[in-house]
């Protein structure tokens, strides 16, 4: 039930009225039998302050979205926090809606939102300092910000959010950053399959100032007539920090993993894998117009079919303590010529643990230069440690390798359940868990001896404390015998 805002008591004929208003909770239903019948009713009835309280279940239809939050700041938050279980599905097959538009410095938190359709914003429409946290974007449709796009929004965060397979006809396949945004916190988010033209993952434009930290682009494609940046594109001034990210397997014209273009940008201790340019400009990075970027403590590996890092005339990329190997176009040529015996720079293998698309681990195995013991730095190379005693995966440079220990599952995607297999060759240990795509353990499997077999179990997507994980993709990881082995499983709602 929702609390009363407010009473006024009298002390006296003389005395005013005086009246408090403390924050109001108004609890929602899917059903509409809460304190209002609908997500926007509540909205406007709502002061500063107040929290909209979201029961698990779906919500459609109109008043459930195209959601205005125009008025006081306010906080829409799912009751579970997991927004798994609270979906927004802005579906209707005779017109295109989006979930929310936010004109104030309101949070949205712990929900998902799905097949929003839209001019600007597939999902979210911001102008504004809005917080999203902790939310999932799927399937969601724009003409710029597939999911969600941002503009003129001072100090707006995006925080612990998936985004998976969004698209936008130009712009910024799952976040468009259009109009003079200020320091825009972007934080632990998961990019994932999204699709644009010009920045599949995002899109940052007109002077944006960011810190985009701990995130992950993988396999997200820019398509279309001269598409740039298959995980992001920076253009027309933009300035900021990338910092320990990782970009695996995005696809564009240029720029396979990021395009910057007439911008000042910092990455530090970032991991760049396999990425792809298909008319060969900066299948890791390319740097283009008035660009100056520097790359600290990064690593940029197994490009395909450019350089690792193609600069235009009149930009330039300085590396210092970074990692550039086996780019099928060329390592330290270009704007990068000479700097690989300066500054700490090398070009070795990494050693990731199993970089094969597959898998996605990577993390470093014990020798890797990428280690602080092993080169002259004294740090970490790359957004990722050590994650097992040898490289034992298949290495994009080769495709040869063989495992005598493997990890395979089905369905996958999957939903609530999935099958996972594994088979060791010799008796010993094993170890069998599942990690986010950030390294950390989920939960674990199995830990015990067993002879040479291959095995069969059930995973219901839950973690070691038995709550349900959120949409994203996740590792299966097989440690036996000092091997390792992997498998990539993606939790889709």
């Known amino acids: 039930m929702r609390t009363k805002r407010c009473a006024c008591v009298a002390f006296a004929l003389l005395a005013a009225c005086v009246s408090s208003t403390p924050a109001t909770t108004w609890y929602i239903t899917p059903d509409g039998s809460g304190d209002a019948p609908t997500i926007r009713a509540a909205v406007d009835s709502a002061a500063f302050g107040d929290t909209l309280l979201l029961a698990d279940g779906t919500y459609v239809g109109n008043g459930n979205r195209d959601v205005r939050i125009s008025g ?84 707006a965060q995006i925080i612990d959010c998936t985004f998976i397979e969004n698209t936008a006809v130009n712009n910024g396949g799952a976040i468009a950053v259009t109009s003079f945004v200020f320091s825009l916190t972007v934080s632990n988010c998961l990019f994932v399959g999204n699709t644009a033209r010009f920045g599949a993952g995002m899109h ?29 594109h920076f253009d027309d001034g933009s300035s900021g920090i990338v910092s320990n990210c990782t970009f695996a397997w995005n696809v564009a014209q240029s720029g396979g993993g990021v395009l910057c273009q007439d911008s000042s940008l910092l990455f530090e201790q970032c991991t760049f894998v396999g990425n792809k340019a298909l008319l060969s400009l900066g299948s890791g990075v390319r740097c283009w117009g008035m660009t100056s970027a520097i790359f600290t403590n990064t690593v940029i590996a197994f490009s395909s079919p450019g350089v690792g890092v193609h600069c235009s005339s009149v930009s330039t990329a300085t590396l210092t303590c970074s990692n550039v190997y086996g780019n099928a176009g060329g390592d330290w040529i270009g704007c990068l010529a000479g700097q690989d015996s300066v500054g700490g720079n090398l070009s070795e293998d990494p050693l990731f643990c199993n970089p094969n698309p597959l898998h996605d681990d990577f993390t470093l195995a014990a020798g890797s230069p990428c280690l602080p013991l092993n080169n002259s730095c004294g740090v970490l190379i790359g957004a990722h440690g050590e994650g097992c005693g040898t490289a034992t995966g298949i290495r994009p440079e080769n495709g040869k390798a063989q495992r005598l220990i493997r990890v395979t599952n089905h369905p996958n995607p999957f939903n609530p359940r999935t099958i996972i297999t594994y088979s060791v060759a010799s008796p010993g240990q094993v170890k069998v868990g599942v990690y986010d795509v950030r390294g950390r353990m989920v939960t674990t499997l199995v830990r015990e001896f067993k002879i040479p077999g291959e095995y069969t179990m059930d995973w219901d997507g839950r973690d070691s404390r038995g709550n349900q994980v959120g949409t994203g993709v996740y590792f299966v990881r097989l440690e036996t015998g000092g091997q390792t082995a992997s498998r990539k499983i993606v939790f889709l709602k």
């Open 72 to 155: 006081p700041s306010i906080v829409v938050r799912s009751e579970s926090g997991n927004p798994e279980t609270c979906v927004i599905d802005c579906e209707d097959p005779e017109g295109n809606h989006q979930a929310f538009v936010v004109w104030n410095n309101s949070t949205i938190e712990g929900i998902t939102i799905i097949n929003g359709i839209a001019t600007n914003g597939g999902a979210i429409l911001c102008t504004s300092g809005v917080t999203i946290r902790n939310c999932v974007f799927s399937g969601n449709r724009a003409g710029w910000g597939g999911a969600i796009e941002i503009g003129s929004a001072p100090g």
């Open 204 to 232: 940052f434009r007109r002077q944006a100032t960011f810190a985009i930290t701990d995130c992950t682009f993988l396999e997200n494609e820019a398509q279309g007539e001269g598409a740039k940046g298959g995980g992001i």
